[in-house]
């Protein structure tokens, strides 16, 4: 059975920082982009960054670009989504999420497994 779970989600003050982590399990991920999404209420579901599977690119989106940085650590199936200068704007629930093979997906019907979310709150 696949699981994606992320955890590190919280309260943070407006201008602080917080680092969440995917933890993948039931296969291997090795040819799977990793993404990150996340939901804020009564919003869609918005694309963040996404890391290839051998974690040599990324790519964000322009919203986090310059604040949020994604690794990944193959050996432990786990890869990272460290946010920094966080302003309220950034409240939302944040989901990981794999893509089989696919280059840079942005959108969510790309992704074939997805976390059930941790939610990151930014105050201001």
């Known amino acids: 059975q696949v699981q994606l779970v992320e955890s590190g989600g919280g309260l943070v003050q407006a201008g602080g920082s917080l680092r969440l982590s995917c933890a993948a399990s039931?296969?291997?991920?090795?040819?799977?982009?990793m993404g990150w999404f996340r939901q804020a209420p009564g919003k869609e579901r918005e694309f963040v960054g996404c890391?290839?599977?051998?974690?040599?690119?990324?790519y964000y989106a322009d919203s986090v670009k310059g604040r949020f940085t994604i690794s990944r650590d193959s050996a432990k199936n786990t890869n990272y989504l460290q946010m920094n200068s966080l302003s309220p704007e950034d409240t939302a629930v944040y989901y990981c999420?794999?893509?089989?093979?696919?280059?840079?997906?942005?959108?969510?019907?790309?992704?074939?497994?997805w976390g059930q979310g941790t939610q990151v709150t930014v105050s201001s």
């Open positions: 890391i290839s599977w051998k974690g040599g690119s990324t």
């Open positions: 039931g296969r291997t991920f090795s040819w799977y982009t």
């Open positions: 999420a794999a893509a089989y093979l696919t280059v840079v997906p942005v959108r969510r019907s790309e992704y074939n497994y």
